[in-house]
């Protein structure tokens, strides 16, 4: 069964928050086949720890204030470096880029269907091996397929 509407609307919420506090490489994955635990992964990365609490707050008020979402676990917010909100119907990846980098979610979950984001949010450049910004063209949708 794909991510429910509500997981959707959430998810497309938190990328419009995170892509307003500059948020880079913002990319959305439906994980409902492979865990049962959550719908949809968002991923993000700054370049700086301040930025990444910055799109963490930010993504958390937007929640707070239009759905009335709070995060039933909130971890890695003290050192900023990688940040995960979850809200069972999705969970938040907010990562700095070198852990963004290191860590490589996209590359983890490369088989699991991207969901697509507004146009307002641009989708990370992501090179064949999944890993964002390094100057190759494409997106996570492209990627998926």
């Keep these: 069964m794909p991510a429910s509407e509500r997981a959707i609307e959430l998810l497309t919420a938190a990328a419009e928050a995170a892509h307003d506090k500059k948020a880079e490489n913002v990319l959305a994955f439906d994980v409902s086949e492979q865990l049962a ?28 204030v239009d759905f009335d979402a709070k995060p039933v676990r909130r971890e890695g917010a003290r050192e900023g470096r990688w940040v995960l909100l979850d809200y069972l119907e999705i969970v938040i990846h907010v990562q700095h880029d070198e852990e963004r980098a290191f860590y490589s979610l996209e590359r983890l979950w490369r088989d699991c269907p991207a969901i ?11 090179t064949g091996s999944g890993l964002p910004g390094s100057g190759a063209s494409g997106s996570a949708s492209a990627s998926a397929e």
Aim: proline share 8%; aromatic share 2%; glycine share 2%.
């Design 116 to 126: 697509p984001l507004p146009a307002a949010v641009p989708d990370g450049a992501v």
């Design 37 to 64: 635990i959550t719908d949809a992964f968002l991923v993000a990365s700054a370049s700086n720890d301040r930025q990444v609490r910055a799109i963490v707050d930010a993504i958390e008020e937007k929640l707070r």
